[in-house]
């Protein structure tokens, strides 16, 4: 099966990984986040490690107008314009701050969209910058786990649930970056999270993955309970509803 | 005395040079593959900590005579044997402390898991990039390690130096060999000087990698 080369980013992998069996269909829109929502063990991570080329399944995949993969050719991760944030931070540890920002930044082709001042500024990175990794908060690591994939000038950025290793206080603390990221951001980006809350937020679009397949329907009540979540997630689930042509009642 | 010290010390640093370099490839290989049968090469490079020094060099000294397959073919090179040469014996130490190379590097190289290299790879570093800008600097406290314990260890051989080495003062002549000919020769006051010298580097060398491996835990916590 061969995919349409078309604006946005558009894929199918069919496949098995360790025992998993893995049958997705997807497209995302040429900008704003796609949220990935689904059960834990659905195939979210799989899915994500396939389009960044660390998992290779048969499929195929394009982003704009570059094929990335299909029947005849796979590129290979480091060949592909993809940020990817990691649950966990995954920072290099022998690098500072700037030397983690910097990495992917001097090993792209010369035009630079994202600019190392701008992207410091969005995140608030300044303060952190002469900073060795190993001492960063959660929260911190996490921001510059970002910034770094921005800095590697992606057409396409990845994010497999970069807050649910944070507690309430950092979660907090890094989700009015990513709403400034969500506003500046000018290429598409899939968002992995099953917090509701979150994915209001700072989705555009939900995709949602049952057992290895995208599926249209939740197949679950989509209610949200406002109790426990912070002000900022309530606004945020209010901006969706009303997005999505809800009023509220009386 | 001091050229039996100078040969000692140029054969313990050119084995950890080379062994080190030799050790990286296989070390990589055995942390990064699957495959159950790694473990048969992981034996292989193991097997000299437990076979005796005699064993070792007995096989060595085989294989590097002139009429050895491997030394057949390097006849056409002008090179005849390698038995009693400063050569033989570097070649000799190198599989003699193979394990200790191989195995620290290997840990380190496991501790590190595959997310750096993913990392990189995401970061559009090439495998071979990635290796020398990431695995190796997070791998730099086996390879300390690995450097202390080779050195170390080949300063400490005896038996496979004295098969393979013949023991020729300015060649193959090394510490530990000299003194157990002072003390055959019942030289002890020579014996003892050279003797609390090999101790007291050998304690030194092991405060060392205790130290490393404080550090490491440290910078794990």
Known sequence: MSVSVTAG????????????ALDAEFSLAPSGVTALSGPSGSGKTTLLRCIAGLTRLPGSLHVGDEVWQDPARFLAPHRRAVGVVFQEASLLAHLSVRGN??????????????????????LGLAPLLTRSVANLSGGERQRVALGRALLSQPRLLLMDEPLSSLDAGAKAEILPYLDRLHRALAIPALYISHDAGEIARLADHVLYMREGRIVADPGEPRTVTLEGLDAASRDGLALAALRAGLRPLA | MGEVVWTTLRLAGLTTALLLILATPIAWWLARRRAWWKEIVAAV???????????????????IAPQSPLMTALHPFGVRTLAFTFQGLVIGSMVYSLPFAVQPIRNAFEAMGPRPMEVAATLRATPLDAFFTVALPLARRGFLTAAILVFAHTIGEFGVVLMIGGSIPGKTEVISVRIYQLVESLQ???????????????????????????????AVR
Not at chain 2, 45 to 63: E, N, R
């Open chain 2, 45 to 63: 490079t193991t097997l000299p900590i437990i076979l005796p020094p005699s064993v070792l060099g007995f096989y060595l000294l085989i294989a």
């Open chain 1, 9 to 20: 980013v558009g894929g199918q992998f069919c496949g098995t990984i360790g025992g998993f």
């Open chain 2, 188 to 218: 002890y006051g020579e014996a003892h000087k050279l003797a609390a010298g090999v101790a007291a580097f050998s304690f030194l060398a092991l405060l060392g990698l205790l130290l490393v491996d404080r550090r490491t835990d440290e």
């Open chain 1, 101 to 122: 920002l910097t990495y992917g930044a001097r090993r792209t082709p010369a035009r630079a969209e994202v600019g190392f001042d701008d992207t410091v500024d969005l």
